[in-house]
């Protein structure tokens, strides 16, 4: 069974940085398409960012292009999020999630996604 668990969340203020990692124990994470996903309070959970298993292929949603950057680290077998330049609006609960999909795919709906982490919470405020 594929556990996830997020870190690097926290308190920060707006136009700071975060990075967010999602690591696995015990399986590697270089047979799943890896995606981002936030909740804030009274909202649906979207999709943020997804990385390919291969790598080779990222989505962002509109409202973080330019500010995120997705990547994986087979090497510590974690996938990271890069967030910079945020906003009160990215407060949010942030989820990685897991899914298995061909190679060069990965996708920002969660339907897609079988396995689910706890979440970290980010907040951007001053």
């Known amino acids: 069974q594929l556990q996830l668990v997020e870190s690097g969340g926290g308190l920060v203020q707006p136009g700071g940085s975060l990075r967010l990692s999602c690591a696995a124990s015990?399986?590697?994470?270089?047979?799943?398409?890896i995606g981002w996903f936030r909740q804030a309070p009274g909202k649906e959970r979207e999709g943020v960012s997804c990385?390919?298993?291969?790598?080779?292929?990222?989505v962002y949603a509109e409202s973080v292009k330019g500010r995120f950057t997705i990547s994986r680290d087979n090497v510590k077998n974690t996938v990271n999020l890069q967030m910079n330049s945020l906003k009160p609006e990215d407060t949010a609960v942030y989820y990685c999630?897991?899914?298995?999909?061909?190679?060069?795919?990965?996708?920002?709906?969660?339907?897609?996604?079988?396995?689910w982490g706890q979440g970290t919470q980010v907040t951007v405020s001053s």
């Open positions: 990385i390919s298993s291969s790598g080779g292929k990222t």
């Open positions: 015990g399986v590697t994470l270089d047979y799943y398409g």
């Open positions: 999630a897991a899914g298995t999909f061909f190679q060069t795919m990965c996708y920002v709906s969660t339907w897609e996604y079988a396995y």
